[in-house]
């Protein structure tokens, strides 16, 4: 065969490989987006594959691999800009001289003349075939990891959209209207746990909670981390679809910028990892930590994860633990009873008469913060973008995420971990007391 039937048939190879998998993310979209049933399937049998494989391997190293995956994406695409506007650059030059060269001949009245200035350069025109062959090559890269990009996020994002909620999986419908009494009851529930929790911490000269490990029921000593994956594991106990292997949560290297954009943790999914901002307050990352693993179970919906976490933290028998899952919802459900009484104000008289609110202690409130003053005077200080406009182009992007993805009132699908706390109480038994 001859090098150059060869190289055709290789290339007409690679043009039906990058066809087939295009079309099969078409096919595995459009399959999601149609069939619930078809999403439920594909959680509880094919997307457990994934973790257990791709996530062991990415969990075998120290470091998060998706934040080097992110920054080599940005990288990238940095590029790729870059070659765009060179090449944009070089038609231009290249129309202007056309239009010099054609007049000149013009007016030189010489129209077999040809500019010699050019195309006796033999160095000028290496480079530029060069630098063309180079161009042709990221191109063909570029194409390849946008297309391998978008597999992993349709495998391991898009699909658990359109799935069952977990709600629907292990509570049934619910069309419930909640009551203002119930829901003073769910949060004078957790503000005097956190009453009394707070009274337990293990703290330092300045008052801040200190973490010295954990004790599993069996008496193993575990760091925060692992002893997260245990109570991950418990709670598959009782909700099947929480079995299964969990890679060791990974703090990210870029916490500073996490703070700026008021994150506390990220998923990759095209490295299968459970991520946290380690900046931020100590209290914040049990939650965080079971939050970002429940993704990693196929629950991709944010309220549904917080939900998720707190059962998680809540179950264990760790006052530090209990005490940040319980942190974890007193904002939604202060925020929830704050909504009431500004725009319901003698509907919340009357539930407040009947149950009257927890009044929550000073140190709750002082132990409820997302980054101590200490850490944000050191981020701003150094950063190189501001704050503000960080958060600002997050909400942006989770909002259009989210929407993208069928949710159709975006970045406010956060608040519905209260609904959540109001059924879940209510199925199992009623809401302990306080």
Not at 51 to 75: C, D, H, Q
Request: with cysteine.
């Amino acid at each position: 065969m001859k090098q150059g039937n060869g190289r055709k048939t290789g290339q007409m190879r690679y043009k039906i490989i990058f066809g087939a998998i295009a079309v099969l993310i078409v096919i595995l979209n459009i399959a999601a987006w149609n069939s619930e049933a078809f999403s439920d399937w594909y959680i509880a049998y094919i997307f457990p594959v994934w973790v257990s494989t791709y996530g062991r391997l990415t969990g075998l190293f120290p470091f998060s691999v998706g934040e080097w995956l992110l920054a080599a994406g940005v990288v990238l695409a940095a590029l790729a800009l870059v070659l765009g506007i060179i090449w944009v650059g070089i038609g231009i030059v290249s129309g202007v001289r056309g239009v010099v060269r054609r007049g000149r001949l013009k007016n030189a009245n010489a129209p077999g003349e040809t500019d010699a200035s050019g195309d006796g350069n033999e160095i000028k025109k290496r480079i530029f075939c060069g630098f063309q062959g180079f161009s042709r090559r990221f191109c063909l890269f570029f194409a390849w990891t946008l297309l391998i990009v978008s597999l992993v996020m349709t495998l391991n994002c898009f699909i658990l959209y359109h799935a069952s909620t977990f709600s629907e999986h292990y509570f049934g419908a619910d069309e419930s209207e909640y009551t203002l009494e119930e829901l003073i009851q769910v949060y004078n529930m957790v503000a005097g746990q956190c009453n009394q929790l707070a009274k337990e911490m293990e703290r330092d000269e300045n008052g801040m909670v200190i973490y010295s490990g954990s004790v599993r029921v069996d008496g193993v000593s575990l760091d925060m981390a692992d002893m997260a994956r245990e109570l991950m594991r418990q709670l598959g106990e009782t909700y099947s679809q929480l079995d299964g292997y969990y890679p060791r949560p990974k703090a990210l290297m870029f916490s500073d910028f996490m703070c700026q954009q008021y994150m506390q943790g990220y998923y990759f999914p095209f490295s299968m990892e459970a991520n946290y901002n380690d900046v931020m307050h100590i209290l914040n990352i049990p939650s965080t930590m079971c939050h970002e693993l429940a993704h990693l179970r196929g629950y991709i919906y944010e309220d549904e994860a917080n939900f998720i976490g707190y059962l998680a933290c809540v179950q264990s028998e760790d006052a530090f633990f209990q005490y940040a899952g319980y942190l974890s919802v007193l904002n939604y459900l202060n925020n929830d009873l704050q909504y009431a009484w500004e725009n319901s104000r003698n509907a919340y008289e009357k539930a407040a008469a009947l149950v009257r609110p927890v009044a929550v202690d000073a140190q709750v409130w002082t132990d409820n913060i997302f980054v101590v003053q200490e850490e944000w005077d050191r981020i701003n200080g150094k950063a190189l973008i501001d704050t503000e406009i960080v958060d600002a182009a997050a909400d942006v992007f989770i909002d259009t995420n989210l929407k993208v993805n069928g949710i159709a009132d975006g970045a406010v699908s956060y608040s519905r971990v209260v609904k959540l706390l109001l059924q879940y109480y209510k199925q199992s038994g009623g809401i302990p007391a306080e």
